[in-house]
C-alpha cells in the first residue's frame, strides 16, 4: 500500500524486453536503502525490485503492467515517480493507493494559473472508472484532489512544491499517465453495478 505522495524521482537508465516481460533499470538516490523483493511505486505502477547494483536497480513488469500501464511508452532517460511502501503506523498524508494502476488517460491541458499550475487529462470512460469533485485521483503516482470532474475527464490543480518534485513538470500536452481511482469509489461504482 502506498500514499501517492512522491518520495523522490528516479531516471531509466536502461529498458530490456525479455520475451514478455520488461525490465527496468532505474538509478535513484534511494537505491542503497532498497533490498530485492521490495515493492516500489513507479510513476505509480507496483513493481519489485529485483536486482541492485551500486546506484542502480532493476524491476520486471510483466504482460499484464505492460497493457494496462504507460510501461510501453518509458524510454531511456525518462523521470519517474517513485514511492516506497507505507509502513504500518505511518501517517497517511495522500490518500490510499494500491500501486494498482486502473487505466492510462492522456494529458489535455495545461495551464498557468497565477503561481500554480491546472492539469486536464481525459481517460476512456467505458471501463467505469470514475471522478468526483473534490475527490482523490492517483496521476503517475501522485496523490491529488480532483477539480472539474466530467464523464471522462477531470484536472487537478499543482502547487510549485508538487511541481517541482514529481515528474509532472515533464509533462505537456498528449502525455500518457497512469491513473489509480480512489479504491473507495471503486468499491461503491462496483456495489452499485451488482445492484442493477
Known amino acids: 500500500m502506498f500514499t501517492g505522495i512522491i518520495e523522490t524521482l528516479g531516471i531509466i537508465k536502461e529498458i530490456e524486453k525479455d520475451q514478455e516481460n520488461l525490465h527496468v533499470t532505474i ?3 534511494i537505491t542503497h536503502e532498497l ?3 521490495q515493492s516500489v511505486a513507479h510513476n505509480g505502477i507496483c513493481l519489485t525490485v529485483v536486482k541492485i547494483e551500486n546506484k542502480n536497480y532493476t ?3 510483466i504482460k499484464e503492467t505492460r497493457d494496462k500501464t504507460s510501461i510501453e511508452t518509458w524510454k531511456v532517460g525518462d523521470i519517474v515517480n517513485l514511492e516506497r511502501a507505507m509502513k504500518l ?3 497517511l498524508d495522500g490518500h490510499i493507493v494500491q500501486g494498482h494502476v486502473d487505466q492510462i488517460g492522456t494529458c489535455t491541458n495545461i495551464k498557468e494559473a497565477n503561481g500554480s499550475w491546472v492539469f486536464t ?5 467505458s471501463l467505469n ?3 468526483i469533485e473534490k475527490g ?3 496521476v503517475d503516482g501522485t496523490s ?6 466530467g464523464l471522462n475527464v477531470f484536472s487537478v490543480a499543482i502547487i510549485p512544491y508538487t511541481f517541482e518534485h514529481n515528474n509532472f513538470n515533464t509533462f505537456k500536452k498528449g502525455s500518457i499517465v497512469n491513473l489509480e481511482f480512489d479504491v473507495i469509489g471503486k468499491y461503491v461504482s462496483r456495489l452499485n453495478e451488482l445492484r442493477k
Open 89 to 91: 503506523g505511518d501517517r
Open 35 to 37: 533490498k530485492i523483493d
Open 136 to 138: 482523490s485521483i492517483t
Open 129 to 131: 472508472n470514475i471522478t
Open 121 to 125: 487529462f481525459e481517460y476512456d470512460a
Open 59 to 61: 524491476v520486471t513488469a
Open 144 to 149: 491529488l484532489t480532483v477539480v472539474n470532474s
Open 27 to 29: 538509478e535513484s538516490e
